[in-house]
């Protein structure tokens, strides 16, 4: 499955396929494959989520111990 260029572009064509999707103009043909879709860019959406808030955990974490009183 095609990698999304980013978080935003993922999200931007996740809530494109949603709103498809709850308008009923999906047909039945490409439904199946509609939600595998959003399911990959939910996932995708998650996981860049969860490394950025690592990294900035990990910055706060290394600014915090450059600034403790020696």
Same mark, same amino acid.
């Given at each position: 499955m095609?990698?999304?260029e980013n978080?935003?572009?993922a999200?931007?064509?996740?809530?494109?396929?949603t709103?498809e999707?709850e308008?009923?103009s999906?047909?039945?043909?490409?439904l199946s494959d509609?939600v595998?879709?959003?399911s990959?860019l939910?996932e995708?959406? @998650?996981?860049?989520?969860?490394?950025t808030? @690592?990294?900035?955990?990990?910055?706060?974490k290394q600014?915090?111990?450059r600034n403790?009183?020696?």
């Amino acid at each position: 499955m095609k990698e999304p260029e980013n978080y935003n572009t993922a999200y931007e064509e996740l809530k494109k396929i949603t709103e498809e999707i709850e308008r009923e103009s999906v047909s039945v043909d490409v439904l199946s494959d509609k939600v595998k879709r959003a399911s990959y860019l939910i996932e995708y959406c @998650q996981n860049k989520l969860r490394v950025t808030e @690592q990294e900035v955990f990990n910055i706060i974490k290394q600014m915090e111990s450059r600034n403790l009183p020696e």
